[in-house]
């Protein structure tokens, strides 16, 4: 089956602590994307990255960091300095960047 | 003025109605727009993508684009339960893609 796999579905993260969101697709798709959604907002992006090794800030970077080492994967790395990381984590993919986006089932992460 | 502006809701439709969801967009050179529906607690999920002005239809669902008049809409006939949902618009902006705020749509039986 093709698709986007994210892990894992809930995260809790103590104060001070890095965490890192995993997001896979088999779609071969070149750009990848992260979003950030709370509670009754719409998507805002956190970064993307349209190939291999290259990737972007969207709108809300700070306090996150992602690497694009493989067609694949582009894991997001929650750091300690994003200080209210509670949120819905969606990753998507499309096959170029003008492209349907299609995305995974969510990271719910939770700060302990 | 925001890139992709939605009306928030709730928009609240008997079953069997039409429900009619709007969208407008800031890029007049914007080509691309989609449809995605999220159900709470979920992921999106593309319903419909349209690229040229008029009508599009697929089962229940017409795209309706303007690009005139900056405006996408969402025509949802025949209205169940189960399409109670977020309905979140998307505009390919300057080569990035942006999301509306989504509307929030209840089908009361």
């Known amino acids: 089956d093709g698709g986007i796999t994210q892990s894992p579905k809930y995260l809790f993260r103590k104060e001070g602590q890095n965490v890192t969101l995993s997001c896979e697709q088999n779609l071969n798709h070149d750009a990848m994307y992260w979003y950030r959604q709370d509670p009754g907002q719409g998507l805002r992006l956190i970064y993307y990255?349209?190939?291999?090794?290259?990737?972007q800030k969207g709108d809300i970077a700070e306090g996150y960091s992602v690497s694009r080492e493989k067609k694949e994967s582009f894991p997001l790395t929650v750091t300690s300095a994003q200080k209210n990381p509670t949120a819905f984590y969606l990753c998507?993919?499309?096959?170029?960047?003008?492209?349907?986006?299609?995305f995974g089932p969510g990271t719910r992460l939770l700060v302990l | 003025q925001k890139e992709v502006e939605q009306n928030s809701g709730p928009l609240s439709v008997p079953e069997g109605a039409i429900a009619s969801l709007n969208c407008t967009y800031s890029?007049?050179?914007?080509?691309?727009f989609f449809w995605y529906r999220q159900y709470s607690g979920k992921s999106p999920e593309l319903i419909m993508s349209i690229y040229s002005n008029g009508d599009k239809e697929d089962g229940r669902f017409t795209a309706q684009l303007n690009k005139a008049s900056q405006y996408v809409s969402l025509l949802i006939r025949d209205s169940q339960p189960s399409d109670s949902a977020t309905y979140l618009c998307a505009v390919d902006i300057n080569n990035d893609m942006r999301f509306g705020a989504g509307t929030r749509l209840t089908v009361k039986p």
């Open positions: 998507a993919s499309s096959s170029t960047a003008q492209e349907t986006q299609y």
């Open positions: 890029d007049r050179g914007s080509q691309s």
């Open positions: 990255s349209q190939i291999v090794n290259d990737f």
